[in-house]
Structure formats: structure tokens, C-alpha cells
Nanobody, 124 residues
Framework: QVQLVESGGGLVEAGGSLSVSCAAS????????MGWFRQAPGKRREFVAA????????VYADSVKGRFAISRDNAKNTLYLQMNSLKPEDTALYYC?????????????????WGPGTQVTVSS
């Protein structure tokens, strides 16, 4: 079992950058496919980015491709999301999620464990 806790959210101006992290407990973090999702007020939660267990494969939502970068440090049991060129529409509660999968996936229900989320607000 894995427990996840996000950190690093905050308020940033449009065009700025922000990095959020997700600390995982347990000794099996390196076995998990990890993902970032987000939910804006009044909207459904949506996929942002995912990374496979080794970090060799990543996938992004079209809306963030070229601006966001997902990475992981298995030695530190930590997942990262670097967000650049932020837009007001990136404002949301950002969740990290983990799934014990051999493949990378963008599907929300494929992830077994979720953090409580960290708020990212981008002002115009």
C-alpha cells in the first residue's frame, strides 16, 4: 500500500512557473505507475501527466504538452510536476495518483491510490 501527499501548490501569475511534489510512503513506490490529475471548480477531474515505474516513459494531456514535465526520483519516493508558462485555466486542485501497473495509463480508474491534493491558482 502507498500513501501519497502533495505539496508545493500556491498562487502564481500567468506565464510563471511552479513545481509540485508528491511524497510517497512505503517501500514499493518504484513499482508504481504514477500520474497527476487536476480538478477545477465545477469541472470533472482530468488527466494531466503520467510516468512509468522507471521514468523512461511519460505521457501528457494535450492541454499541458510542452509546458509541464513529470518526473520521479525512486530513491526519494517522490513524484514531481514542473509547470511552466502557466495559464489561468491551469487553476485547479492537483492530485497525484499511483497504480500498480506494468503499463502507463491516462485512465483515472486505473489508479489505486490518491493524495488529498494541492491547490494551484494562476492569476491573470
Amino acid at each position: 500500500q502507498v500513501q501519497l501527499v502533495e505539496s508545493g501548490g500556491g498562487l502564481v501569475e500567468a506565464g510563471g512557473s511552479l513545481s509540485v511534489s508528491c511524497a510517497a510512503s512505503g517501500r514499493t513506490f518504484s513499482r508504481y505507475t504514477m500520474g497527476w490529475f487536476r480538478q477545477a471548480p465545477g469541472k470533472r477531474r482530468e488527466f494531466v501527466a503520467a510516468i512509468n515505474w522507471s521514468g523512461s516513459n511519460t505521457v501528457y494531456a494535450d492541454s499541458v504538452k510542452g509546458r509541464f514535465a513529470i518526473s520521479r526520483d525512486n530513491a526519494k519516493n517522490t513524484l514531481y510536476l514542473q509547470m511552466n508558462s502557466l495559464k489561468p485555466e491551469d487553476t485547479a486542485l492537483y492530485y497525484c495518483a499511483g497504480g500498480l501497473k506494468q503499463y502507463i495509463t491516462t485512465i483515472e480508474r486505473a489508479y489505486d491510490y490518491w493524495g488529498p491534493g494541492t491547490q494551484v491558482t494562476v492569476s491573470s
